[in-house]
């Protein structure tokens, strides 16, 4: 088992920054990437950004240029730098550990608890 959790959503207002992070603890070697994703009210949860053991990353197309995922191997914390925030941004951000074995197959899926960030002045 993997547990994750996450810190450092809030309150921000519209051009802001946050910096959200997620401990993992547990049988970290079970898994080979590391995520955040999101969820607004009424929506779907979506990928926000992707960083593999061999610090390969993928973004969501709307927080390309705004969002910096990291990882520091030490500490088994996987970090997401938010800059430029809008409205559009609010959301609970919840931290995701997976072991991919192929393309977009993976057989071991962890979730931490969720970290409400909201956008608004």
């Known amino acids: 088992q993997v547990q994750l959790a996450e810190s450092g959503g809030g309150l921000v207002q519209p051009g802001g920054s946050l910096r959200l992070s997620c401990a993992a603890s547990?049988?970290?070697?079970?898994?080979?990437?590391m995520g955040w994703y999101r969820q607004a009210p009424g929506k779907e949860r979506e990928l926000v950004a992707r960083?593999?053991?061999?610090?390969?990353?993928n973004y969501a197309d709307s927080v390309k240029g705004r969002c910096t995922i990291s990882r520091d191997n030490a500490k088994n914390t996987v970090y997401l730098q938010m800059n430029s925030l809008k409205p559009e941004d609010t959301a609970v951000y919840y931290c995701?550990?997976?072991?991919?074995?192929?393309?977009?197959?993976?057989?071991?899926?962890?979730w931490g608890q969720g970290t409400q960030v909201s956008v608004s002045s």
């Open positions: 547990g049988s970290i070697f079970s898994i080979n990437a």
């Open positions: 995701n550990g997976r072991r991919y074995t192929g393309s977009n197959v993976f057989d071991r899926d962890y």
């Open positions: 960083i593999t053991n061999t610090g390969s990353t």
